[in-house]
């Protein structure tokens, strides 16, 4: 469809995280497009949510922020926690929604966690050392030590509601069946040495939930956190997005 009306790229974070880690993606793609990088109830500034912490919740925040900021036309783009939420939010298809991109997402299914490992990271709530070892397990390409300070803050500063909440009930959440139908173009985005979900996982979980044709697009070496590792690829394929689908403005 040719529009004028400008594109505003609306992200969403990732567990522990804050709308913080889309900087260096934002720069990337100004001036051309607005990059709206928004804190979940709970984690990086934002407090616990009134609504609670489902999806379906978290979903609601961000509509009503959208309403708010009053865009004509938006992408959500969701990262692992953020993108079953952006799922979610996809699916009621409100007006101004221009297409979809998830960056190693959570799948609208349970997310695939062992007990071991959701007890493990329960009992990290608050720690530094667990935050520093929870870095090192989910980055793998090298970040600058700013970059590298702002996940960890991020990690400390998330509350313990919104922390215990998303492993005991929103990443276990099964949003699958309110997907269809999801018209707008889609995008994911993977990790190729992700540790937490590797591109299998979005290809079996998540992909068959989209319109065919959605690309699974792999950027090798990179693991978790990509808008940290890989914000140069991750910029290109949000840029390529748009333009491919005639979403820039003028077009």
């Given at each position: 469809?040719?529009?004028?009306?400008?594109?505003?790229?609306?992200?969403?974070?990732?567990?522990?995280?804050?709308?913080?880690?889309?900087?260096?993606?934002?720069?990337?793609?100004?001036?051309?497009?607005?990059?709206?990088?928004?804190?979940?109830?709970?984690?990086?500034?934002?407090?616990?949510?009134?609504?609670?912490?489902?999806?379906?919740?978290?979903?609601?925040?961000?509509?009503?922020?959208?309403?708010?900021s009053r865009l004509p036309r938006y992408v959500l783009v969701g990262h692992s926690m953020g993108?079953?939420?952006?799922?979610?939010?996809?699916?009621?298809?409100?007006?101004?929604?221009?297409?979809?991109?998830?960056?190693?997402?959570?799948?609208?299914?349970?997310?695939?966690?062992?007990?071991?490992?959701?007890?493990?990271?329960?009992?990290?709530?608050?720690?530094?050392?667990?935050?520093?070892?929870?870095?090192?397990?989910?980055?793998?390409?090298?970040?600058?030590?700013?970059?590298?300070?702002?996940?960890?803050?991020?990690?400390?500063?998330?509350?313990?509601?919104?922390?215990?909440?998303?492993?005991?009930?929103?990443?276990?959440?099964?949003?699958?069946?309110?997907?269809?139908?999801?018209?707008?173009?889609?995008?994911?985005?993977?990790?190729?040495?992700?540790?937490?979900?590797?591109?299998?996982?979005?290809?079996?979980?998540?992909?068959?939930?989209?319109?065919?044709?959605?690309?699974?697009?792999?950027?090798?070496?990179?693991?978790?956190?990509?808008?940290?590792?890989?914000?140069?690829?991750?910029?290109?394929?949000?840029?390529?997005f748009a333009g491919k689908h005639m979403l820039a403005a003028g077009m």
């Amino acid at each position: 469809m040719l529009t004028t009306a400008p594109l505003t790229f609306v992200c969403l974070h990732y567990w522990a995280g804050s709308g913080l880690e889309w900087q260096a993606v934002a720069g990337l793609l100004a001036p051309e497009y607005e990059v709206l990088g928004l804190d979940l109830g709970g984690f990086g500034a934002a407090p616990d949510p009134a609504g609670g912490y489902s999806v379906a919740a978290y979903a609601d925040q961000i509509a009503a922020q959208i309403q708010e900021s009053r865009l004509p036309r938006y992408v959500l783009v969701g990262h692992s926690m953020g993108g079953k939420i952006a799922l979610a939010l996809a699916a009621r298809q409100l007006p101004g929604l221009a297409g979809l991109v998830l960056l190693n997402p959570s799948p609208p299914t349970s997310e695939p966690m062992t007990d071991a490992e959701r007890q493990t990271s329960l009992k990290a709530w608050g720690k530094p050392g667990a935050a520093e070892k929870t870095f090192r397990k989910i980055v793998v390409r090298p970040v600058p030590e700013v970059m590298h300070a702002q996940i960890v803050a991020d990690n400390l500063r998330s509350t313990k509601a919104a922390w215990e909440a998303w492993l005991l009930h929103g990443s276990r959440e099964d949003i699958s069946g309110r997907l269809s139908p999801l018209t707008v173009p889609c995008l994911i985005i993977a990790g190729g040495s992700d540790p937490i979900m590797s591109p299998s996982v979005h290809g079996l979980e998540t992909l068959p939930f989209l319109p065919e044709g959605t690309p699974l697009e792999i950027i090798p070496g990179a693991g978790h956190l990509l808008p940290y590792e890989a914000p140069t690829e991750v910029a290109a394929l949000l840029r390529e997005f748009a333009g491919k689908h005639m979403l820039a403005a003028g077009m």
